[in-house]
């Protein structure tokens, strides 16, 4: 698999929603020991945890508490057979800045899966990120 500086390494992340992601951050760093690997202003944190990794954001997609994410090889072919199989696409592969191709889907139970491939070794600071402890 690509490494990408501007994604965490692990192959599952969960993602969980907070009103301010900032603050929860801090109160991660001082109440579970968490350490801050990356800020995206104030709607996107990445965390990390032992050898894991979180993320927070500002809001879920859809509208939920929680989500996963999940690195893969190629986003094109996942996306193309889960929506084969009928899965639900809310948000179709594309490309951002910070060297990541993405897709959202919903599962059959209504939680949100979004599948990400690195495809360019991007550091944060060429995309408006603040690197903490990568």
């Not at 509208?63 to 009928?86: C, Y």
């Not at 993405?102 to 991007?122: E, L, M, P, R």
């Amino acid at each position: 698999m690509r490494y990408n500086r501007s994604m965490m390494k692990s192959t599952v992340i969960p993602e969980l929603a907070y009103a301010d992601p900032g603050k929860a951050a801090q109160w991660l760093e001082g109440a579970f020991g968490l350490s801050v690997r990356l800020r995206i202003a104030n709607h996107r944190v990445q965390m990390n945890v032992g050898d894991g990794h979180v993320v927070l954001t500002d809001r879920g997609v859809p509208q939920t508490p929680s989500s996963l994410m999940v690195r893969v090889e190629n986003v094109d072919a996942h996306h193309a057979t889960a929506a084969a199989f009928g899965a639900k696409i809310v948000a179709p592969p594309q490309t951002y800045p910070y060297g990541e191709r993405q897709y959202t889907v919903i599962d059959c139970g209504g939680h949100a899966w979004k599948f990400s491939q690195s495809v360019a070794d991007v550091a944060p600071e060429d995309w408006g990120g603040t690197s903490g402890q990568l």
